[in-house]
């Protein structure tokens, strides 16, 4: 199975600076088609997750373009360009490459210093 | 608006058994895989299952195989979880989750609120 590696699993930030979440694959994720299925998540406290991020770098409709995805191979990052207060929550990776099973990062929590 | 609500959690023992139910609007339900997600509580994400559109794939984690059963009723927009032999280490919130219409590599976009189930004594 491919395992998902996060880190760090916290992530104390200031209002208004940059974070940055890293998220590594056992496995490429460059699947046959020469695409890489790597997805990002939010879950904000008390609800449910969001997709922020599909195929490494392609932000969801309405997320905030301080959100972005890069990465190749087996690393990837999120980043955030200016940790806003509604950004606090836990953030997963999750690979769809090597099907039939879906597999998540441990997750990463941002919180405000 | 995609909306996805489950239905049918509570407590069972172990041993037990339990159906979970989503239904989902806003959305041709019968174009898209469907899948279950749950999370232990104060843990990550573990995917579950998944239902392709006609009902011709299943998959499962393999800690459910032989236990859980997927299924789905277009005609209703509802998937189901069919839960049976819960351990205590099923318990978790069980999120519904939408899959793509096309590649299932492409994962999910959108996500039900959860419903909790616990396997005690």
């Known amino acids: 199975d491919v395992v998902m590696t996060q880190s760090p699993l916290s992530l104390p930030v200031t209002l208004g600076q940059p974070a940055s979440i890293s998220c590594r694959s056992s496995q490429s994720l460059v699947h046959t088609d020469s695409e890489t299925y790597l997805h990002w998540f939010q879950q904000r406290p008390g609800q449910s997750p969001r997709r922020l991020i599909f195929k490494v770098s392609n932000r969801d409709s309405g997320v905030p373009d301080r959100f972005s995805g890069s990465g190749s191979g087996t690393d990837f990052t999120l980043k955030i360009s200016r940790v806003e207060a509604e950004d606090v929550g836990v953030y997963y990776c999750?690979?769809?490459?090597?099907?039939?099973?879906?597999?998540f990062g441990q997750g990463t929590k941002v919180e405000i210093k | 608006e995609v909306h996805l609500v489950e239905s049918g959690g509570g407590l069972v023992q172990p041993g037990g058994s339990l159906r979970l139910s989503c239904e989902g609007s806003?959305?041709?339900?019968?174009?898209?895989?469907m899948s279950w997600v749950r999370q232990a509580p104060g843990k990550g994400l573990e995917w579950v299952a998944i239902i392709k559109q006609d009902e011709g794939e299943r998959y499962f984690v393999d800690s459910v195989k032989g236990r859980f059963t997927i299924s789905r009723d277009n005609a209703k927009n509802s998937v189901y979880l069919q839960m049976n032999s819960l351990r205590v280490e099923d318990t978790a919130v069980y999120y519904c989750?939408?899959?793509?219409?096309?590649?299932?590599?492409?994962?999910?976009?959108?996500w039900g609120q959860g419903t909790l189930v616990t396997v005690s004594s």
């Open positions: 989750a939408r899959g793509p219409r096309g590649l299932v590599r492409e994962g999910i976009d959108y």
């Open positions: 999750m690979q769809g490459t090597h099907w039939p099973r879906w597999t």
């Open positions: 806003g959305f041709t339900f019968s174009s898209y895989w």
